[in-house]
């Protein structure tokens, strides 16, 4: 009863104040979490020279970069001095030394620059915010700031541009590429050349090569021949002249000079450039000929006779002598050089296979045939003769037979004629009708055309009416002789040699494509991107875009992949690789989030090959007897 009478006095135990203290504690942590989920990523300010600023990602009360320097050091030779660039447009000439300067609002515990997603650069305090470190870039890279303090923060990605320091630019103003000179052209030929460099030049020289001879006998003789003004190659832009004396350099009739220009800038390792080979042709306008006798082993070389250039000089001097001398003298020198030209015609009609040889026009009487039967005999008389002395020691020669257009059987019984030949009317040789190619031999029926009319006015004691021709025959003569001529440089591959019992094994097991690997990686990236580019446009089409922990997951192995790509081409793949960083750490606004995502999308996409490309059809460089063959061994395997 006393308890009754009592109760409504009784409390129960309590501690209102810590509970108060307690609740108001859980309501300030709340607020807090509340506040960081829900921060922007542009909370933190990245300052630039004079105002330039760029958002971070930094919570309130976390340390953000105050100042942010890219000061650019260019390599000594390119005479450029020392810079600062702005953070939005980077671009640095190549070898360049680019060092950091970053000063936080606050000390750091650590802090990084990170190269292209992989290489890291400590930043080292130099003061009591101020952090510095530098790098020597040789290529085109991205890159961002990391730094830690309680937890670790990042900056977004930047590009960083290369200039490649170019080779120089030769070009030659004044010549053509092919030059062809007679021996009385002027020997000095005048080269200019117009070189051109980003920076400076520091060398230029002439590399010349005289070829003389022809065939198995060619020889080459290399010279080294620098620029006469200016002196020295110095400076950017330079206009180089020199003269190549061609009688200096030891060219004779015949030779050619082959020549290019080199240029040297002045790189720590200099870039080299030269120009294209040019000639120079001396032409040979004097020549003797060899020939071959039909089925025989030696040459047999022919009786000496003038060549066409010097019947022209004889003619010349004939010319020149003609009122020094008598009228018999001159008339008899005429009709002798007359035969000399006769002679040449004969030797070269040998290639034409043509019939009448003994006098000027196609003359069939009995006169000129008795004429050419002592043809042999006259040759003796006016030519000379040097090479005869050893004729009992060589091969007899075949002896020609007169062509009878009437086609009469010889009275001797022992000839054993061809059953055709009375019914074959034959004008050419068979091993020389096909000596020379139709242009060519067009070229030389006009030569001998040229060479009767020659003949003639030297008979008619007419020499200076027959120079015209003369020359006439020694210039198509000169072409003959060239068209000929080919130049071959040898090139090749020599592969490794092949066990014996590997070969027609059609085993590949141990020959490996060093590109395959490469062409595999890339297309598990570009495998991984596409399921981002899937993945991004789901979330699109949802109401809750929240990514999962999987999610987030493909997300940064997609980066990852990305990031092995980007040493070729970074600034190709930086895009992307900014908007999944963006939705890795959350650094957008909740109402910003569809426009992130459709700007990845769009990077992703980018970097993507072209749909073309992979639908074309493979052109193979197989021969059809390969595949043949490889037909062949299978129905064998199978059967």
């Not at 020669?397 to 061809?418: G, M, W």
């Amino acid at each position: 009863e006393l308890i009754k009478h009592h109760q409504h006095q009784l409390k129960l135990p309590h501690d209102l104040f810590r509970s108060i203290l307690l609740l108001l504690l859980c309501s300030v942590i709340s607020a807090i979490l509340f506040w960081n989920k829900n921060t922007p990523a542009d909370q933190g300010i990245l300052e630039m020279d004079k105002g330039n600023a760029t958002q971070l990602n930094v919570a309130v009360g976390s340390p953000t970069i105050e100042s942010f320097r890219i000061n650019i050091t260019p390599p000594a030779y390119t005479e450029i001095k020392r810079y600062t660039s702005s953070l939005s447009n980077i671009t640095i000439p190549e070898e360049s030394i680019i060092g950091f300067e970053i000063k936080f609002n606050q000390p750091v515990e650590v802090a990084h620059v990170i190269i292209s997603g992989k290489d890291s650069l400590e930043l080292k305090r130099v003061a009591n915010d101020l952090y510095e470190t530098s790098i020597n870039l040789k290529q085109e890279v991205y890159f961002q700031i990391a730094w830690k303090n309680k937890r670790w923060q990042q900056s977004d990605l930047y590009p960083i541009r290369i200039t490649k320091d170019n080779g120089p630019v030769i070009s030659i103003t004044n010549l053509q590429q092919f030059t062809e000179l007679t021996w009385e052209d002027n020997p000095q030929v005048m080269l200019r050349a117009n070189l051109q460099d980003d920076y400076s030049l520091s060398k230029a020289q002439i590399i010349a090569t005289v070829s003389k001879g022809s065939g198995e006998s060619v020889k080459f003789r290399e010279e080294k021949i620098n620029f006469t003004s200016p002196a020295s190659i110095q400076g950017r832009n330079i206009q180089a002249s020199t003269v190549l004396n061609l009688k200096k350099l030891g060219l004779e009739p015949g030779d050619e000079l082959y020549f290019y220009i080199e240029a040297f800038d002045n790189k720590t390792t200099p870039n080299r450039s030269r120009t294209d080979t040019y000639f120079i042709a001396v032409q040979d306008t004097s020549e003797i000929i060899t020939s071959t006798e039909e089925g025989l082993g030696v040459d047999l070389m022919p009786e000496y006779f003038r060549s066409q250039r010097q019947i022209i000089i004889d003619t010349e001097k004939l010319i020149n002598n003609k009122k020094t001398i008598s009228p018999n003298a001159f008339k008899a020198t005429s009709n002798d050089l007359g035969y000399d030209q006769k002679v040449l015609r004969l030797r070269y009609s040998e290639f034409m296979g043509e019939e009448f040889v003994s006098g000027i026009g196609p003359q069939v009487t009995t006169e000129d045939v008795e004429e050419a039967s002592h043809e042999h005999d006259v040759v003796k008389a006016f030519g000379h003769v040097h090479d005869s002395e050893n004729e009992h020691n060589l091969v007899e020669h075949k002896h020609e037979e007169k062509h009878d257009h009437q086609h009469e059987n010889s009275d001797d019984p022992d000839k054993k004629l061809s059953p055709l030949e009375e019914f074959v009317h034959a004008h050419d040789d068979t091993e020389e009708a096909t000596f020379y190619i139709q242009s060519v031999k067009a070229k030389l029926r006009a030569a001998l055309t040229l060479m009767w009319d020659a003949e003639l006015q030297l008979r008619l004691f007419e020499p200076t009416k027959s120079l015209p021709y003369q020359y006439k025959i020694l210039k198509l003569l000169k072409e003959i002789s060239n068209d000929s001529r080919i130049y071959v440089h040898r090139t090749g591959f020599d592969p490794p040699p092949i066990k014996e019992d590997k070969r027609y094994s059609a085993d590949l097991s141990e020959v490996t494509n060093p590109n395959k690997q490469r062409m595999y990686q890339q297309q598990d990236a570009y495998t991984t991107i596409e399921q981002a580019i899937t993945l991004l446009q789901t979330k699109q089409t949802k109401t809750g875009k929240t990514f999962s922990t999987k999610d987030l997951q493909l997300l940064q192995l997609t980066g990852n992949k990305m990031a092995s790509l980007a040493n070729e081409n970074p600034i190709l793949y930086l895009e992307g690789l900014k908007g999944l960083s963006k939705l890795i750490n959350r650094q957008y606004k909740d109402e910003d989030l569809a426009i992130v995502i459709q700007s990845t999308i769009k990077a992703l996409w980018m970097t993507l090959p072209d749909p073309l490309q992979k639908s074309t059809k493979q052109t193979s460089t197989q021969h059809s007897l390969d595949n043949d063959f490889i037909e062949a061994l299978a129905r064998q395997k199978n059967d």
